[in-house]
């Protein structure tokens, strides 16, 4: 190799130069660069919670991605050894959550305590039990359930452990795990040559942040993977009776709102929602339209009366998770409905009661709904109840009184309400271009 001078290893790589907050274009000067890698990769840091070794590795890895800006070669070495610690951060999580002890059954069912101080420990003592009778299929006793489940210590089944006993969560989430593994075999067993640009090391810094966060019990505020609950407002949702304008806005300003929109010429609701929901102009009380969850508070009424409401009730904002969120589905006569809350459903008078109901988990209203919307047109790779394709878990299906009767008994069924007005904004039917009628989508024959 050429052996260069202490002055040459410290010149910046001019590829790395053309990194910008921008985007690619004109360089940056080298301070410039270095200053602002560092900022992309120092946006989202370790919980006060996570072990020490395991925050020593994660700061390995954003220094070499630091010293990208001197050799370009380093984004990549960032973005492999990311794939690396992150399994090594799911052995600590697991020793740390056993507390060095966890009982195992083997292939005839027989109970075993093991002991271990490390996750290595741990491992050799699954090899070498299993050697009398050959490879044996070991499965872990989960501590939150006490099912058991096929464990063995591989990438695999940590990233599943960790789902089955709540540490990791979300529907996409779990959708995206296999694509974790393949990243990290293949760092684990490099087959070519690899050159990874800056954005994609620091999209792996940041994923791999979120995840050990989440490992030890932290969502992280604006996350990509595991976002803490969401921030929702008290927002005046107006239109006109026309249809021709939707507007959303702080239901604080809605005392002020322009005069060129006449405000007391518009429908009002208020709810509770996420300012920055551009689905918001299709608002439905009764139906999940929105990317975030939207909450009716009050309406449909005229304009004095929304701002006399706001100043007796004084609602207040709120947080709400996004990720496994549950949704009741309805199908009834070769018609599948949007996805709705519990609550909202729960509420619903007896008319709207009937056909089949499904329980579903997943993050977001349209994943649900798009599941069952190929299942029930006899897509056979959406037929499982955990898809493998989809974000989605079906978890129970049946009569509307069946699935109340599933959230009673699982200690989640909602308390009883009044029935939310069927009130939606008039901007909602041109969203789905002619498909949808209403509130539901027509299954063609087969």
């Known amino acids: 190799m050429d052996i260069r001078s202490l002055e040459e290893l410290q010149q910046p790589d001019g590829t790395a130069l053309v990194f910008s907050p921008l985007g690619l274009g004109g360089k940056l000067t080298a301070e410039d660069a270095a200053v602002f890698q560092q900022e992309v990769i120092g946006r989202v840091d370790l919980a006060d919670s996570v072990p020490d070794l395991v925050r020593r590795s994660f700061e390995r890895v954003r220094a070499a991605h630091s010293y990208g800006v001197l050799h370009y070669e380093f984004f990549t070495l960032a973005h492999d050894h990311a794939q690396l610690v992150l399994e ?11 507390s060095g002890m966890a009982i195992f059954e083997d292939q005839s069912g027989t109970e075993q305590r093991l002991t271990f101080s490390t996750f290595d420990d741990l491992h050799r003592q699954l090899r070498e039990r299993g050697r009398p009778r050959g490879q044996r299929r070991w499965r872990l006793q989960l501590r939150r359930t006490s099912q058991t489940m096929f464990f063995d210590g591989m990438l695999t089944t940590l990233l599943e452990w960790a789902r089955a006993e709540g540490l990791l969560n979300g529907e996409r989430n779990r959708l995206i795990a296999p694509l974790f593994v393949k990243l ?22 940041s994923d791999l942040a979120e995840i050990v966060n989440r490992l030890w019990g932290v969502p992280t505020p604006g996350g990509r993977l595991y976002p803490a609950p969401v921030h929702r407002d008290v927002i005046a949702v107006s239109w006109d009776p026309g249809g021709g304008n939707v507007v959303h806005s702080l239901a604080e300003h809605l005392h002020t709102m322009p005069a ?3 405000p007391e010429k518009l429908t009002h609701v208020i709810v509770r929602a996420v300012l920055h929901d551009q689905t918001l102009t299709y608002f439905d009380a009764r139906f999940e339209t929105t990317l975030y969850p939207c909450q009716l508070l009050w309406g449909p009424g005229n304009w004095a009366n929304a701002v006399k409401w706001l100043a007796s009730e004084h609602p207040t904002p709120d947080t709400v998770d996004i990720l496994d969120r549950q949704f009741m589905i309805r199908f009834h006569e070769e018609r599948i409905y949007l996805p709705q809350q519990i609550n909202v459903a729960a509420g619903l008078p007896g008319v709207d009661r009937h056909g089949t109901w499904y329980l579903v988990r997943a993050d977001f209203p349209n994943d649900a709904f798009n599941h069952l919307r190929q299942q029930l047109t006899g897509n056979v790779g959406c037929s ?16 509307w009184q069946h699935i109340m009767d ?41």
């Open 384 to 399: 499982h109840r955990r898809c493998d394709q989809c974000a989605v878990e079906v978890i129970t299906t049946g009569t």
């Open 406 to 446: 599933h959230l009673a008994a699982e200690g989640s069924a909602p308390a009883a309400g009044p029935s939310t007005p069927d009130v939606r904004a008039p901007s909602w039917l041109p969203r789905w271009n002619g498909i949808h009628r209403g509130s539901h989508w027509t299954i063609p024959p087969s």
């Open 88 to 98: 090594y951060a799911l052995r600590e999580r697991f020793v740390e959550f056993y």
């Open 260 to 262: 060129d929109l006449n």
């Open 184 to 205: 990290r075999n293949h760092v684990a067993h490099h087959t070519a040559y690899q050159l990874i640009s800056p954005p994609e090391s620091a999209r792996a810094i």
